[in-house]
């Protein structure tokens, strides 16, 4: 194994870096208003992301590995390695659902009118997407959703209930799965749309998380009115197209990236507070432990990558990588928890308090439960890597 980049890819790395570095606001400034690389809760942060974006648009990264002929930079897998782990690993802005899944899905299933219309806006960052699959009875189940779109001449009216929708409040477009065929079997009768989130009959709920964060929403539909033209791919067969989208999203390093940063930050601060590594003499290993995972995990991630350089498609090596990140981010957060003992249950800028390690432990419960359960990674290593029979 090689344990180096070509040349090029490192250069690219060096001015990824002196961007970042040029144009992010300090550290400080962001951990003190809550803006570690996640979804912006209100109005001002929104313009900080979108304007962020414009600027990676305007360098040809924010789609950096898209086609050129859809308005992205035609990047090398591994430039878009080295472009995800140093933008997760300085908390900047980069992620965007409309490049994520989205553009990737229309790429692949749209017609040539909704490539035109929605692709130069998902570049161009003029467009923020949501993703409108968990309902309250269909998570990791989602296959159990209820959502129905009924055909009505030219449109399809749409009734029922998303929840867990990150963003949703501030999103102009939503991609949505409801069931268009309620008598077909449980994995077929799904349809994906791309709804206008201004339609007349969309509402949107806050759901406030276990931290006291404002990122989700429950989303309600009353009769809302959809053409027919926003229909992506086949009717009926949207299951198989949304199971695409998921193994775009589950592909990235940018969980490990993050763990890096977090284990640097839980090292910084047992070295400045030396009377931590005296209280607890075991902190010192479990330190280590997790530095050591989130070795294991960026090299699980880099075979994704280089399996994509390869023309393969990773399938149950990205579940693998996905499994791994999310356990190792609870992890390092409880052992950020162990290190600071009570110190670390304070939070929001408290008298005593040294960093906002309770917040970091409250985010981490979701880790393994958002974008695919552990249970379900489990199954499709099981399955599709093992290949162990299902049930």
């Known amino acids: 194994m090689r344990f180096s980049y070509e040349p090029d890819v490192e250069a690219f790395r060096t001015e990824v870096q002196d961007f970042i570095r040029a144009e ?3 550290e400080e400034e962001r951990m003190a208003r809550g803006d570690e ?6 109005k001002e942060e929104y313009d900080y992301v979108m304007g962020f974006q414009k600027k990676l648009h305007q360098r040809d990264w924010l789609a950096m590995a898209w086609p050129k002929e859809y308005g992205g930079g035609g990047a090398s897998h591994m430039r878009q390695l080295v472009y995800n782990e140093e933008m997760a690993y300085n908390g900047a802005p980069g992620f965007n659902m409309g490049i994520a899944w989205v553009g990737p899905s229309l790429m692949l299933y749209g017609t040539e009118e909704q490539k035109q219309r929605f692709i130069p806006r998902i570049t161009g960052a003029d467009d923020w997407w949501c993703t409108l699959y968990s309902e309250p009875g269909a998570g990791s189940d989602l296959a159990a959703l209820q959502t129905r779109a009924v055909r009505d001449g030219d449109e399809y ?9 990150s963003g949703g409040h501030l999103a102009d477009w939503g991609w949505l799965a409801a069931r268009t065929d309620p008598d077909a079997p449980k994995h077929k009768g799904i349809t994906m749309f791309m709804v206008n989130m201004k339609s007349p009959g969309v509402s949107v709920s806050p759901l ?3 931290a006291n964060r404002h990122g989700f ?18 009717v009926n067969r949207g299951w198989y197209h949304m199971a695409v989208a998921l193994d775009f999203e589950r592909s990235g390093i940018q969980s490990f990236a993050g763990g890096r940063k977090s284990v640097e930050r839980l090292q910084g601060v047992a ?7 005296r209280t607890r003499p075991g902190i010192r290993l479990e330190l280590a432990d997790r530095a050591i995972d989130v070795n294991v995990g960026t090299f699980l991630a880099y075979r994704v990558a ?8 990773p399938n149950h090596e990205a579940s693998a990588s996905k499994l791994f990140g999310s356990e190792m981010t609870q992890r390092i957060a409880g052992t950020g928890m162990h290190l600071l003992g009570m110190l670390g249950q304070l939070r929001d800028g408290t008298k005593y308090q040294v960093t906002d390690q309770a917040t970091n432990y409250l985010q981490a419960v979701s880790a393994t439960v958002a974008a695919g359960t552990s249970e379900i990674q489990r199954g499709i290593i099981a399955t599709r890597g093992l290949g162990l029979p299902r049930g």
């Open 217 to 234: 929403n429950e989303v309600f539909f009353e009769d809302v009115r959809v053409p027919a033209n926003q229909v992506v791919g086949e």
């Open 24 to 26: 992010l606001p300090p």
């Open 157 to 165: 009216v749409i009734n029922g209930q998303k929840i867990w929708t």
């Open 208 to 210: 406030i998380n276990i």
């Open 306 to 313: 280089t399996m994509q350089a390869k023309g393969m498609v």
């Open 37 to 42: 690389g996640g979804f912006k809760s209100n």
């Open 271 to 277: 070295k400045s507070h030396p009377a931590l590594l």
